[in-house]
């Protein structure tokens, strides 16, 4: 019984943890972003740092998703853990 309440808190516990690493992965994306455009705007003409712009945007987002997929499949398998030590407590319950 306790075990299954202990492998829930450890899957919760992934859950959040990867919750915090996504949200640090999107910030560091936004300020990678940031000097990017920070440096465009030294020596760059108008189209040389639109151009200079739209890279570190389309960057941020690709890596913004990549974080995104990582947290969605950090869950999943949390939640598999989660429904594992379901089944676990149930077979433990049907056999006593």
Request: hydrophobic share 45%; aromatic share 2%.
């Amino acid at each position: 019984m306790a075990n299954d309440r202990a492998e829930k808190a450890k899957a919760d516990t992934k859950k959040a943890m990867s919750d915090i690493g996504n949200k640090m992965a999107h910030a560091k994306a936004d300020v990678n972003a940031d000097v990017e455009k920070i440096k465009a705007n030294f020596g760059h003409d108008g189209a040389e740092k639109k151009a200079a712009y739209a890279k570190a945007d389309i960057k941020a987002h690709a890596e913004k998703a990549k974080a995104d997929v990582e947290n969605k499949m950090a869950h999943a398998k949390a939640d598999a853990e989660k429904a594992k030590a379901d089944i676990g407590k149930k077979m433990a319950d049907a056999l006593k």
